[in-house]
């Protein structure tokens, strides 16, 4: 029986991932010295807005990828199947959304960030509300969680102490990071994306060769590991929640969330940002088959006798360290640094740019553009100076709090999602019902958290079974309550001025749709429905 992890990599395994991050640094490097990226806020935080498909695409799927993601996939495969899945096959489905709805109106209106957007679709303050939630959230969440993860592989894969790891990649990230704007992380991340594929495909092949294919996995992990499908009443992942609840997650996240969005605002135009977001979501299939079936292997494995694990999220590092030769070894843990690094890098330079243009340039709007460049370098060394600071913070809370940390985006996305998609849909909506809406779903939601850390204190009746709810599905009903206010409010207050929905809804005399179409037109057309129709055979294929 193979027992978990052990830090165990060869000199040619170092050798390797030495060889990473020289190419990595090297890449970062010519990047920054390519166009006007420390001259102008364009070229610094958006890559002068001349990024084609491919880079993009690469980018959007890199950001999303981090290492504590290919760890929890493999992790929550391992624990309860394939299920976990549905998160990764419903974005290629919301990054079309991304590409054919949001898209048209981000750059035909020249915005940098999405509470920009905000502003000139309803009011100041909604600017304001977004970019102070996106920071906070970036700082709390995506930054801490992602240093951890980073102190984690260095530690029980390779062997090195905690902190010296997460010092290492902190450092390194923020130093390119810095220096090359979002160019150098967009051309950083076409290269993370290769290594990212072949390390996980590495652990996928090498554990099906160990277990006997892909029929003998099915037959030892069994059909309820192999169904994506769960009954309404699981308590992870209800069908009625994937269905309902996933998509108002995913609009936040791939469609109003700066952290993925800046990437299509750096296109060139429509062409290559809607093209970028459909090659991102064929990208996005490729997670279900290199993270979360190695989990399954594990779980399969460890039916058969053949591996050990004390934890399910034990699962990928003991694949790695027992299955995998030398060599594929030092692949895989680049592939892991490779996801670190290029989710890090995207959050330091988003976090950045809010600071800047959502702050910094509302505070100061005659600033000049090297002012602007300078702060936003200067942004980001302070971030990374918050992600050290907080690694001895991690230490100190416990785990079950950090979890509920994490879960914070999923309390305050059903608003957002709200005011994003009614303010394009419906030219009625005005600022008073976005400001209502965003107040009242960030009021709900935080009480939902601070109630579901506190749930040991409550008796039973229908308080408790609604902190019990499922998260998916409290997303639903937030949802609709943030709905009903926003439209409430609004048709009970001045409806909103001309500037603020011609051009920004559908309708009306600047509308979208009557732009002329592209010669590429009508193969975006085939391609997003090829995509739709994958995604539709993954889950007829994965039904037990």
């Known amino acids: 029986v193979q027992k978990g992890p052990m830090a165990t990599l060869h000199p040619v395994d170092w050798a390797i991932v030495v060889v990473y991050f020289a190419a990595v640094l090297g890449i970062a490097w010519w990047s920054t010295t390519r166009g006007d990226t420390r001259e102008t806020s364009t070229g610094y935080f958006l890559a002068g807005r001349h990024a084609g498909w491919w880079v993009i ?17 493999a992790g929550t495969g391992a624990a309860s199947g394939v299920a976990v899945g ?10 079309l959304f991304l590409g054919w709805v949001f898209v048209p109106f981000y750059l035909r209106n020249g915005v940098f960030t999405m509470p920009e957007f905000l502003e000139r679709r309803y009011s100041p303050a909604a600017r304001w509300y977004l970019a ?27 062997g090195v102490d905690f902190w010296t790891g997460a010092l290492v990649v902190v450092v390194a990230t923020g130093l390119y990071t810095v220096l090359g704007g979002l160019r150098a992380v967009l051309y950083t991340d076409v290269m993370q994306i290769f290594v990212i594929v072949a390390g996980s495909l590495s652990v996928t ?32 992942f209800p069908w009625t929640g994937i269905l309902l609840g996933v998509p108002i997650l995913g609009v936040w996240y791939w469609c109003t ?5 800046q990437r299509v605002l750096s296109a060139k135009n429509i062409d290559h940002a809607r093209g970028g977001t459909i090659f991102g979501g064929f990208l996005k299939i490729l997670p279900l088959f290199l993270f979360v079936i190695p989990g399954v292997i594990a779980y399969a494995l460890v039916q058969k006798g053949r591996l050990e694990l004390g934890a399910p999220d034990e699962a990928l590092p003991t694949l790695i360290v027992h299955l995998l030769p030398i060599g594929f070894r030092g692949l895989v843990v680049a592939g892991l640094l490779a996801a670190l690094t290029s989710s890090l890098a995207s959050v330091f330079n988003s976090c950045s740019t809010l600071i800047t243009m959502d702050i910094y340039r509302k505070l100061h709007p005659t600033a000049a553009e090297k002012t602007l460049v300078r702060v936003g370098q200067g942004a980001t060394v302070v971030l990374v100076g918050l992600g050290l600071a907080w690694i001895p913070l991690m230490k100190l809370i416990s ?4 979890q509920y940390l994490q879960s914070v985006s999923a309390y305050i996305a059903p608003p957002i999602t709200a005011v994003f998609v009614l303010g394009i849909f419906w030219r009625r909506v005005n600022a008073p019902g976005a400001l209502a809406a965003l107040g009242t779903g960030f009021v709900l939601g935080a009480t939902r958290l601070v109630l579901e ?35 409430g409010v609004s048709l009970l207050t001045a409806p909103p001025r001309p500037e603020q929905v011609d051009g920004l809804t559908f309708g009306g005399p600047a509308a979208v749709a009557t732009e002329p179409r592209s010669a590429h037109h009508a193969l975006t057309i085939w391609l997003s429905v090829a995509l739709a129709a994958t995604v539709a055979a993954i889950w007829l294929t994965f039904r037990g």
């Open 57 to 73: 695409g690469a980018s959007l799927f890199a950001a999303n990828i981090g290492s504590e993601h290919l760890v929890g996939l």
């Open 86 to 95: 549905h998160f990764e096959v419903a974005a290629s489905l919301i990054l």
């Open 132 to 158: 102070v939630v996106s920071i906070v959230g970036y700082v709390l969440t995506k930054i801490s969680v992602t240093i951890a993860a980073g102190g984690i592989v260095f530690e029980t894969i390779m």
């Open 205 to 236: 092949l090498f554990g099906l060769q160990e277990l006997g294919g892909w029929s003998e996995m099915r037959t030892m992990a069994g059909s309820s590991f192999m169904n994506m499908w769960k009954p309404a009443t699981d308590p992870d």
């Open 257 to 261: 969330d700066q952290f993925i969005v």
């Open 399 to 402: 785990g079950q709090l950090y």
């Open 453 to 487: 850390l506190n749930k040991g204190w409550l008796s039973a009746g229908w308080l408790r079974e609604a902190v019990s709810m499922n998260f998916l599905h409290f997303a639903i009903v937030l949802f609709a309550i943030c709905c009903a206010v926003l439209g």
